[in-house]
């Protein structure tokens, strides 16, 4: 595992003092002077590794100046990923340009600048939390659960940049849905140091205030894994979540089943846990799953509805178009996979940059029909 971990983190690192670099020359080459000093070599060398270094510092430290040298790191991260489309942007401008003589400072100025307002807009997107209504028919649904609601959250990221004041409002925002149930599907938490005990107070509010009157159950997703579970289950527990372990329970005659991310990894041995779950066929049931993985397996089995998160839609543009290749319509919405309907949220916080262009963050309500 550690092997693995510094491999992954070294090609990261590769890949981001390249980006850095071609950033660098693209600046000394259109504006010159100090764009093509000695400071600012530095100064993008030091900034291509300002990521790497606050996550591995983040990994061990709520400080509170480590949360700001983190969310500092991953602002830049996000701004870094605009101008380097906007330096590339600019060579392929100015290379079709080269006729009509435009001025290659001004070139570089526009696409420099629309790479700033194009961050500034995914950060105060990304800040604004919406509440996605859907409406799901299941088939074999127990007569008492139509027309009631359930909230579908995932992928809040808790750590050095959304912590207790996030995950505080997003609480209030469910509780003013009144929702039936609450289920949460994994990547609660970023994979960095946190105050979970502080962390878990808002669902122990929601749970005591009856909010929702069958209660909230959650799945871990990925990056619950770079956690010891001591570290952060026990605080949930206390608050009064309920954690699916791998396990089914059956809700006012509703089946709900919760399966580790990292135990979907490996399709049989993710069917052999499905299956020892016994799901009854003849009646609905809801699959909490982080990510919208193995579909044909869950549907074989005969899950009804799959609820999951992980994939951000992409967060912010380009990333979404690769995220629309990879996953294809399961990226985000409502989704039909045979009999079996499944619905991947975009989930209501950010991972790394925090910041959102052709997403939304959201809270899902589902009303059942």
């Known amino acids: 595992m550690r092997t693995r971990l510094v491999v992954f983190i070294s090609i990261i690192q590769a890949i981001l003092f390249l980006g850095h670099t071609f950033v660098y020359v693209t600046g000394a080459y259109f504006f010159g002077g100090w764009a093509a000093s000695w400071q600012a070599k530095l100064g993008f060398a030091l900034l291509s590794i300002s990521f790497v270094g606050a996550s591995l510092r983040g990994w061990y430290s709520f400080h509170p100046l480590v949360r700001a040298f983190y969310a500092a790191a991953a602002v830049w991260l996000g701004l870094a990923s605009y101008l380097f489309w906007a330096s590339l942007t600019a060579w392929i401008v100015y290379a079709l340009s080269a006729i009509a003589g435009w001025e290659r400072q001004a070139i570089a100025g526009?696409?420099?600048?629309?790479?700033?307002?194009?961050?500034?807009?995914?950060i105060v997107n990304a800040a604004v939390l919406r509440v996605k209504r859907v409406a799901i028919k299941l088939d074999n649904l127990p007569q008492q659960w139509r027309g009631r609601t359930a909230v579908l959250v995932s992928d809040l990221h808790l750590g050095h940049i959304r912590n207790y004041g996030f995950v505080s409002r997003v609480a209030r925002r469910i509780a003013a849905l009144r929702p039936d149930i609450v289920l949460i599907a994994g990547d609660l938490y970023d994979g960095v140091a946190g105050d979970f005990e502080r962390l878990a107070l808002p669902w122990k509010e929601l749970v005591s205030g009856k909010a929702a009157a069958h209660g909230v159950y959650y799945v871990g997703g990925n990056h619950e894994e770079f956690y010891a579970h001591t570290e952060y289950l026990p605080a949930i527990l206390r608050a009064g979540v309920r954690v699916l372990d791998n396990e089914k329970v059956e809700?006012?005659?509703?089946q709900i089943a919760g399966i580790h991310y990292r135990d979907a990894t490996?399709?049989?041995?993710?069917?052999?846990?499905?299956?020892?779950?016994q799901l009854d066929r003849e009646r609905a049931s809801i699959l909490l799953l982080h990510a919208p993985v193995r579909l044909a397996i869950s549907e074989e089995e005969g899950v009804s509805l799959q609820l999951s998160g992980h994939t951000h839609g992409g967060q912010f543009f380009p990333w979404t178009l690769v995220v629309q290749r990879v996953w294809g319509k399961f990226a985000h919405g409502l989704q039909l996979f045979g009999k079996m309907r499944v619905y991947t949220s975009y989930g209501a916080g950010t991972w790394g940059p925090p910041l959102r262009l052709g997403t939304k963050p959201e809270i899902v309500l589902i009303e059942f029909a």
């Open 251 to 254: 809700v006012d005659g509703l």
């Open 110 to 122: 526009w696409a420099f600048a629309a790479a700033v307002a194009a961050t500034l807009y995914g």
């Open 266 to 277: 490996r399709p049989e041995h993710y069917r052999t846990i499905l299956r020892g779950l």
